[in-house]
Every structure is written in structure tokens, then in C-alpha cells.
């Protein structure tokens, strides 16, 4: 069993870029580190602990991964965390929990301001299968990077047709900021929609996802909890789970769960904040310390 202090740990949690893969381009994980942490997640499974990636990315989009880290889809890896929190997906039934949404009336009115900026940016449709792309181009970047799944499906250009049909949306990205623009276009939308609780986090210099409401990676994981603990008639909570974490978009769980695990290349205000620090993510971060609180 993964123990810490007199806490059992039955659920894992993590984040991706940043946590279970490098972003330095200079310092990519070593094959051995990458394959450690493989072993320790397939281990946690096999006892019968859930692994669960949390992130902004989208279920349909990191698929791969979950069976690269995790092995083929069953009862301890089934569920995953996208939209900063937002939507939970179940790979075994397909199911789908979206928390809060954009109206389409916010939608278009942060677009106004999105535009302004000339920003490429992105929306997703209602279900969280799509991604609609303002610039071709991005587009078909990402599509040329899906691993699984159609990628002609998931990944769309946004026309007017399009974006008059979305009634909500669960996430709202913009790519490619000025970083010395950053802080202003953050301030104007959480100033403009202060009354809707719009925040904006991000887990890259030139990107911003935008929530709403009472968003964020912990109460995903309360919601995910209160899913589990409904569907298995268990009572797991908040000190049976680990985080794994690295930026800004982490916060909100290392502001409020106690077994909060910072990778060693973290943004200094997580490692502030971080109940333990494992090594570099390049380093396997998470075989690293998931090995020291194991107890056979």
C-alpha cells in the first residue's frame, strides 16, 4: 500500500506537462525515469488505487497517454480530469460531468475582448469532444499532433455558423500571448466579469485558460471523490489522495489538499506551498516518491 503518516493513499493524481513530462526541451525525461514512473503508477493500479491525470487538455486528446502510463482502460484508471477541474470524463462508459459553463452570451462578449488583442484562441463545444480554433493554422497543429482517436472531428475551425450554434462552453483558451501583455489582458477580462467569477490561470508563459465559477483543479478532485465514493459505496476523502503538481493552474490544490507533491522544477510559489518536493520531472518525479511511501 502507498501510506503517508497514517493516511492509506487510494487515490493518485497528477498533473501532465510539467509534472509527468518535462517542458524544458533541454532536460526531456531519460527512458529509465519515464519507465520508473510507468512501473509505479501500473503498481498503484494493480493494488487497487485509482491513477487520474488532471489537466486543461481534453479527454479525447490524451488518451494515449492514459494507456501509455497506465496500461489498457479498467476500473483504476477509467477516470480523468480536464478543463482545470471542470469535466470529468469516465474512458470505460464514456460519461461526461461538466460543472459550469459559459452562457453564450459571456462567450461572445470575452471573445470581443480576445479579439482586440488579435489572440489565437479556442472553444470548447459543449460536450468536450471538440476544440473550435479562431486560426487554420493551430488547428491543424493540434490535429497533427492527436495521437488517437479523429482528429478531423476534434479539432475544428471556428466559423460563425459554428460559434452561433454553441449555447455554453466548459473552457475558453487563449494561445500565443505577448507575455508583456499577459497581466493586462488578465486583469481586464477578471475585471470586466468579476460579478461571474472568471478566472484566469495557465500552466504556459503564452497561454491562458479561463473558468468560471467556482472552478478549479481541487474541486474537480472533490467532485471526482464524490463520484467514486457514489458509484463503489466507498467513503474515500481528501487525505486518501496524492497530488502531483508543478504551475499555476495547480494552486488551488496545493492551497487545499494536504498530501500536495511538488515536482523539484516547480514554479516557486507551488514548492512554497508543497506538503513534500520529489526531484525534476525529467527525473520521474513521480516513480521517485510514490517508491518512498510504499509499504508492502
Known amino acids: 500500500m502507498f501510506k503517508i503518516n497514517k493516511d492509506e493513499i487510494k487515490v493518485i493524481i497528477t498533473d501532465m506537462d510539467g509534472t509527468l513530462y518535462s517542458l524544458d526541451p533541454n532536460k526531456k525525461s531519460e527512458h529509465k525515469n519515464h ?23 481534453l479527454p479525447f486528446f490524451m488518451k494515449w497517454a492514459v494507456h501509455e502510463l497506465t496500461g ?5 484508471n477509467k477516470y480523468f480530469i480536464s478543463c482545470t477541474g471542470n469535466l ?56 497533427s499532433i492527436q495521437k488517437t482517436g479523429d482528429a478531423n472531428y476534434n479539432h475544428q475551425i471556428l466559423t460563425d455558423e459554428i460559434l452561433n450554434s454553441i449555447h455554453d462552453t466548459p473552457k475558453i483558451t487563449m494561445k500565443k500571448i505577448n507575455l508583456a501583455q499577459k497581466p493586462e489582458i488578465i486583469k481586464i477580462i477578471e475585471q470586466t466579469f468579476s460579478k461571474y467569477n472568471i478566472k484566469a490561470t495557465w500552466w504556459s508563459v503564452d497561454g491562458v485558460d479561463l473558468v468560471i465559477g467556482e472552478t478549479n483543479k481541487y474541486k474537480g478532485i472533490l467532485n471526482l471523490l464524490d463520484i467514486i465514493n457514489q458509484d463503489t459505496k466507498q467513503n474515500l476523502k481528501p487525505n486518501n489522495v496524492i497530488y502531483f503538481g508543478d504551475s499555476h493552474n495547480d494552486i488551488s490544490v496545493f492551497e487545499n489538499l494536504k498530501y500536495s507533491i511538488a515536482v523539484k522544477d516547480a514554479m516557486p510559489e507551488i514548492l512554497a506551498k508543497a506538503y513534500d518536493v520529489s526531484c525534476d520531472s525529467h527525473d520521474g518525479a513521480l516513480g521517485h516518491y510514490l517508491a518512498k511511501i510504499y509499504h508492502k
Not at 72 to 76: A, G, L, V, Y
Open 35 to 57: 519507465v520508473n514512473n510507468i512501473r509505479w503508477l501500473k503498481q498503484a493500479i494493480k493494488d487497487g488505487v485509482y491513477v487520474v491525470m488532471n489537466t486543461g487538455n
Open 72 to 76: 489498457d482502460i479498467q476500473e483504476f
Open 88 to 143: 470529468i470524463h469516465d474512458f470505460q462508459s464514456n460519461k461526461t460531468w461538466i460543472e459550469n459553463v459559459f452562457n453564450h452570451k459571456i462567450m461572445l462578449e470575452i471573445i470581443t475582448i480576445i479579439k482586440k488583442f488579435d489572440l489565437v484562441y479556442d472553444i470548447t463545444s459543449q460536450k468536450g469532444d471538440v476544440i473550435y480554433y479562431s486560426n487554420e493554422d493551430f488547428k491543424d497543429l493540434m490535429r
